[in-house]
């Protein structure tokens, strides 16, 4: 194995955290593929006007352009790397006990959930995860009413393709991100009537200042905040903290919001209810990682305050070999920690010396990146109050419109009360989506209402799902065609072909 | 009022709009190209377009390819997601219940469910 020929490594996701990858891991001599299922690359937070718009000025809308930029040349310009945009890895095959080595890659190309799609596997020698996170969203009554946004969607529509949700926008939730999102609908001009923070100033305050030397490192991250702070100055929207919206009304759309002080807890202070006009409601409680791909590699998680995360190394190994995981996944810590952990997941998959002073440095910036997501853990709690806004009915699984009630009722019924069970009975789970919206929730509300800590279930359960993407019988049925630059592999190992 | 896409003219961005139209529901709508299908439904007013198994309206919610609130049947092919498919000049959009989608669930009295606008 100590041969020099280039290793390949395949990176999931071209994220901060996966572009950053494919760039050190090219620098580090190694053969890139770089897949992401969107058109171009830069993820979430990067994301690109469309080619088609042809715009002057696409760094107008992009915090640190310039940078990304070049990096994006860079990378796809590299001829040791193969970039395929559109392309979704839909499944991971792990390889059999006595093989060594990273799973097989299935990949499906072309328009999202198109019929045409092409099918392909790729074997290479290292497998980078960096597929990112999506807003977590906690149920109100209401949040199924269309005009309710998670905050994500508004950013990803004002950024990605310039189109606003709405003219008076109410931003809620917990977390920096309402600030960006404000932000945002502001510049593409939407009135937005108040940010609300449902931590009490007490919390937020504690979160933030607590080892301030810690924050000056991250200090990129601060000055965009207040970047955004001040966009939202100029245009007289009130940042309210200990305020949450907890009912959306309207006549099959959102017409009002309604809005009460919180206890630091999250219980509703009785008699604070506010109602305001609104044609759209952006709502993020804080952001969950797609655990899919790594649960289907087999990757353990760690359990931290925010949830389940990728367990990592120092290097940014997983616990499966061969496989590196960075970004959101590993922790909710915001751009540059993402790309500071590609940068080192890159490196070392990409067989760079991990001794070398470089990555000496972008270790110690990727662990100021861990302990700002501490200190966002800290400062954005989810209240343990929260289930007091619920109303029995109350939708809780949006695809399938299981209600509060039912979900209490299985619970508490004896014959129901492994979740497994319940979710067979309540159908909470079990639809289009596959528990991606309502997983964490469902399994939280369970636990507390059958006082039965999730009877053995794991709490990554959810994720824990054969196909990481939708994929039709036809494109199943087709033989994988081999891919564009993957022709002979170097080592004798399968490649591209079934 | 309802989502709206930024005028070309005051768009920080300088964008070049380049016009298409598709139909939903045999109605047409306008876009610009580079739009998704979900941009395209939603500047042109419409904030929901499916329906949930009790007949409630959905649209968008993601926005990012997780929810599966806004799947559309494509020139035939179903359960598109909206918000990642690009929207292509012609494209027919044909709207979807919950019914319909992919493993209908049963109904509650055992009928199959029908499809509605
Ligand atoms: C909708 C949304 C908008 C956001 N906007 C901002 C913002 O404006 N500012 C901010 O500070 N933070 C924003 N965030 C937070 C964001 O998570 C981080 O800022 C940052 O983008 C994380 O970087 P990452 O590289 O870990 O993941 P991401 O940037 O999320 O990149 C992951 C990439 O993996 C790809 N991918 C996922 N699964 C697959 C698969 N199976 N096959 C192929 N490709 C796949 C995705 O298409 C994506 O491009 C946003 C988050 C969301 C969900
Ligand atoms: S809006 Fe969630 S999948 Fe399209």
């Known amino acids: ?498 | 009022m309802s989502p709206r896409r930024v005028p070309a003219g005051s768009d920080a961005t300088g964008r070049r709009d380049r016009p298409l139209r598709i139909t939903v529901d045999g109605e047409p709508a306008d876009g610009i190209a580079g739009q998704s299908l979900a941009g395209v439904l939603l500047a042109a007013g419409r904030l929901a377009w499916r329906r949930g198994p009790s007949g409630a309206a959905r649209g968008v919610f993601c926005g990012i390819g997780v929810c599966f609130d806004c799947l559309v049947t494509v020139n035939a092919e179903r359960d598109v997601r909206a918000c990642r498919r690009r929207a292509q000049d012609g494209d027919e959009v044909t709207t979807q219940s919950r019914h319909t989608d992919r493993n209908p669930p049963p109904t509650a009295d055992g009928t199959p469910g029908t499809e509605e606008r």
């Open chain 1, 1 to 498: 194995m100590t041969t020099r020929v280039p290793r390949h490594v395949a990176v999931v996701g071209a994220g901060p955290a996966g572009l950053a990858a494919a760039d050190a891991a090219l620098g580090a001599g190694a053969r890139v593929t770089l897949i992401d299922s969107a058109e171009q690359p830069g993820g979430q937070y990067h994301r690109m006007l469309p080619d088609a718009y042809d715009a002057a000025h696409p760094e107008r809308l992009q915090h640190g352009w310039h940078a990304f930029d070049r990096r994006r040349r860079r990378v796809l310009a590299h001829p040791h790397c193969t970039w395929l945009p559109e392309t979704t890895v839909w499944a991971l095959e792990r390889p059999a006990p006595e093989e060594t080595g990273p799973p097989r890659l299935h990949l499906l190309r072309g328009p999202a959930d198109g019929a045409g799609r092409t099918r392909h596997t790729l074997d290479p020698d290292a497998l980078l995860l960096a597929v990112g996170a999506h807003d977590r969203v906690l149920p109100f009554p209401g949040w199924e009413l269309p005009g309710v946004f998670t905050a994500g969607a508004a950013q990803a529509l004002a950024k990605g393709e310039r189109v606003v949700v709405g003219d008076h926008v109410t931003v809620a939730g917990s977390g920096p991100f309402l600030l960006p999102v404000a932000a945002a609908l502001l510049e593409a001009g939407s009135r937005v009537s108040a940010v609300l923070e449902a931590n009490p100033p007490s919390t937020v305050a504690r979160g933030w200042s607590r080892r301030p030397w810690e924050l000056a490192a991250q200090a990129g991250k601060t000055g965009e905040l207040a970047i955004y702070t001040s966009a939202l100055l100029r245009h007289r929207v009130p940042y309210r903290t200990g305020r949450t919206v907890i009912e959306a009304r309207g006549d099959g759309r959102v017409e009002e919001v309604v809005s009460a002080r919180l206890r630091p807890d999250w219980s509703v202070v009785p008699g604070s209810e506010h109602t305001t006009a609104a044609d759209a409601l952006c709502v993020t409680h804080g952001f969950s990682p797609q655990l899919e791909l790594p649960l289907a590699a087999g990757c353990a998680l760690r359990t931290t305050a925010a949830g389940p995360f990728v367990d990592t190394d120092d290097d940014q190994r997983t616990s499966r070999p061969e496989v590196y995981a960075a970004g959101e996944i590993t922790g909710i810590a915001g751009a540059p920690a993402a790309r500071a952990e590609g940068a080192v997941a890159g490196w070392i998959a990409g067989g760079g010396d991990p001794a070398a002073p470089a990555v000496r440095r972008l270790r110690r910036s990727r662990d100021q990146g861990r302990a700002f997501a501490e200190r966002l853990a800290r400062a954005h709690p989810i209240g343990a109050a929260w289930p007091g806004w619920l109303r029995p009915e109350t939708v809780i699984c949006r695809c399938e419109e299981t209600d509060y009630a039912s979900l209490c009722r299985a619970a508490c019924d004896p014959a129901g009360a492994s979740p497994r069970v319940a979710k067979l009975a309540t159908r909470a789970g079990l639809g289009p989506c596959q528990a991606r919206v309502c997983g964490p929730t469902v399994a939280e509300l369970h636990t507390r209402l059958s006082g039965d800590p999730a009877d053995g279930l794991p709490v990554a359960g959810p994720h824990r799902r054969p196909i990481a993407q939708p994929i039709r019988l036809g494109e199943l049925a087709a033989p994988p065609e081999p891919l564009p630059h993957h022709a002979p592999r170097t080592p004798p190992k399968k490649e591209s072909s079934s």
